[in-house]
């Protein structure tokens, strides 16, 4: 069947809070690739998308009849495979009976009706919570990288640059792609612990180092001695400098100077003002709790590392301090001396000494200005989802 539906549960795209506040689970980016472009390499096909209801006006059209994949299950070739054999009205499913995918109408779906299940006996990596981000990013972009740079050749690497490591998988796979267009003048890169994939038209300023596992989507930009610790990727357009260790950045955010960012999850739009600086582990060592948006309430996660995680078109003023496990809402603007709360809501700006609410006009103004100086202009979805956040905070 060619039309393929990744579908959302309201449990987990709640539980992938702040980061689905403005999009789909499919549309989060793990490795080098969001999980809806993963599949579109793994199962060709037209891709639609069914996820929260004021999501909607972002993606608005869906096939009557179609496969139905879990938008959070991130694929491999042999899961792929068993999708596209299933038959009208059967269902795969995991050893527990939790659903991967679903071949049949949409009115089947909605009711579950199925009139067979076949069991998925294979491991399957799936975005649980947020912060499996940052936890599956490594086993992911060594896969990305696998299947975006097989049977192609890499831009030579610069003789400035140092490589550090063994430059191939024991298969004989390179380690290091370098897209056309990517600048890179002594630079080191250490290959020890997986790949390193350099975008089209990304620039890494001299005096970098950086450990695999690495991703720098197409013009990316990393600033001169920025120290970049696996496994981290820099979606598209980010800017990133200082200390980063097993970071996300979605696409479009800066970190552009000193301070470090690790175990984190960063949105689009955002920016971390100079020598910002977010904890990522508590100093008695004690278990992370992370805010969940569900039950209102803290919740363990079962980490011991867990540091910030960060809506779309948020930013932080200089030298702001972030405790562990930092949950920023869409549209927050956070600054001043001391550590803020440690769960921050959309919309508002403030910090240690409290927050206030801030109208959605004035965060459209600020994603403007900001989108405009990459050419971006915020579409009519995009700002029907800020006024749905802004007038109804308490979606979740």
């Not at 979605?250 to 920016?271: F, M, P, Q, R, T």
Request: charged share 20%; net charge neutral; proline share 6%.
């Amino acid at each position: 069947m060619k039309n393929r539906v990744l579908f959302d549960t309201p449990e987990v795209h709640c539980a992938c809070l702040p980061i689905t506040f403005t999009r789909a689970i499919s549309d989060i980016r793990v490795g080098i690739l969001t999980i809806k472009e993963k599949w579109q390499r793994y199962l060709p096909g037209d891709y639609a998308t069914l996820t929260a209801g004021y999501l909607a006006v972002k993606y608005p059209v869906l096939p009557d009849e179609a496969l139905f994949v879990a938008g959070n299950v991130c694929p491999d070739a042999n899961l792929a495979g068993a999708m596209d054999r299933l038959l009208p009205g059967e269902a795969l499913v995991d050893p527990e009976g939790v659903w991967l995918a679903f071949c049949g109408t949409r009115a089947d779906f909605d009711a579950h009706r199925i009139s067979n299940k076949v069991v998925y006996g294979e491991k399957v990596v799936r975005i649980q919570a947020v912060y499996d981000i940052f936890r599956e990013n490594g086993q992911e972009l060594e896969k990305d990288f696998r299947i975006l740079t097989a049977g192609r050749l890499s831009q030579p690497l610069p003789d400035s640059c140092q490589l550090v490591g063994t430059p191939v998988f024991p298969d004989g796979t390179p380690k290091l792609f370098i897209e056309e267009g990517a600048k890179l003048q002594c630079v080191t890169l250490n290959l020890n612990n997986g790949p390193i994939y350099i975008g089209q038209d990304a620039e890494i300023m001299e005096g970098v180092c950086i450990r695999a596992p690495f991703a720098a989507c197409s013009h990316v930009t990393v600033n001169m001695n920025a120290k970049i610790y696996g496994a981290t990727t820099l979606g598209p357009h980010c800017k990133a400098g200082g200390e980063l260790s097993n970071v996300v950045m979605l696409g479009y955010s800066n970190k552009g100077h000193d301070g470090y960012l690790g175990n984190a999850v960063i949105g689009e739009w955002c920016n971390l003002g100079a020598d910002t600086n977010c904890s990522n582990l508590k100093n008695n060592y004690a278990e992370v709790k992370l805010w969940d948006y569900a039950s209102h309430r803290f919740r363990p996660t079962g980490l011991q590392f867990c540091g910030l995680l960060m809506g779309d078109h948020s930013r932080s003023g200089i030298n702001t301090m972030f405790n562990t496990a930092t949950v920023v809402g869409v549209g927050a603007n956070v600054y001043g001396p001391g550590f803020p709360r440690t769960v921050i809501e959309s919309f508002v700006q403030g910090g240690s000494e409290g927050f206030k609410k801030v109208p959605v006009s004035q965060v459209l103004e600020m994603a403007n200005r900001m989108m405009a100086r990459r050419g971006k202009v915020l579409t009519t979805p995009e700002i029907q989802i800020l006024h749905y956040l802004s007038e109804n905070p308490y979606t979740y």
